[in-house]
């Protein structure tokens, strides 16, 4: 019989009761588009917004932040964008991983990035095994990330053990779907931010935010800081989490 939903409760929580925050990273083109500026701009402002986020994340006592990076929807972007985004990735990697090292920080990417271009993939991989010792917080970083294709490889690998006699079909639960997913080793996500006003999910973490928090501001991504990052964290410890209880 599949097991029951259960929320795996924060049991080592910083005192804002966030182990895990996610963030929807929204309105880079909108940021430089606002200065007369062309949306590469905007990006590169992103990033230094993810530098610090980042930073705050840890200094907050988070024990994991995802960032939602690239979505496996954004290759109907124009190709240049895509170059530059990439481009982008690779600079970060580069920069900051000696930053991440040095603060017991642990690199992961979650979604389809062995899909992207081959000497990237190799550089993810070779930044994940260097920090993969480390006992600090989790960067998450979703790249070529779509929820629904997260659920549809999961999927496909149950399926492939059921196929093969290692399990029955009736042994299908919960804990096995959550195993077969990209997110397995990280925290229950238990507060999830999007910038620039729009309210939906853009398939993104939907399994995992089955009971998490969602936070929404109107802030464009570049001008999101530690402030900001503390306010949605201020908001989180005002909510009742029943995860369906009294």
Not at 33 to 50: T, Y
Request: one cysteine or more; aromatic letters at 6%.
């Amino acid at each position: 019989m599949a097991s029951q939903a259960r929320p795996d409760l924060p049991h080592s929580a910083p005192a804002h009761g966030v182990r895990h925050a996610a963030i929807i990273m929204d309105g880079n083109g909108r940021w430089a588009k606002k200065r007369l500026m062309p949306r590469i701009a905007g990006h590169r402002a992103g990033v230094e917004a993810v530098r610090r986020v980042a930073r705050a994340a840890r200094e907050m006592g988070l024990e994991c932040l995802t960032l939602y990076a690239f979505s496996s929807e954004n290759w109907k972007r124009p190709a240049s964008e895509i170059a530059d985004l990439m481009g982008l990735l690779r600079h970060f990697i580069q920069a900051d991983l000696d930053e991440f090292h040095a603060n017991g920080v642990r690199l992961r990417i979650i979604g389809n990035y062995r899909a992207l271009e081959p000497s990237l993939v190799d550089m993810i991989e070779k930044a994940m095994a260097r920090t993969a010792g480390n006992s600090g917080p989790i960067i998450a970083i979703a790249l070529n990330y779509g929820a629904q294709d997260e659920m549809v490889r999961a999927t496909q690998q149950l399926a492939q053990r059921v196929a093969a006699g290692e399990m029955t079909a009736d042994e299908i639960d919960i804990d096995k779907i959550e195993a077969a997913l990209d997110t397995a080793d990280l925290p229950p996500l238990d507060l999830l931010i999007r910038t620039s006003g729009e309210q939906r999910l853009s398939n993104f973490m939907l399994w995992q935010a089955a009971y998490a928090e969602l936070y929404f501001t109107d802030m464009l991504w570049p001008d999101f800081d530690a402030k900001a990052l503390a306010q949605a964290l201020d908001a989180f410890k005002l909510r009742d989490r029943r995860f369906g209880g009294l």
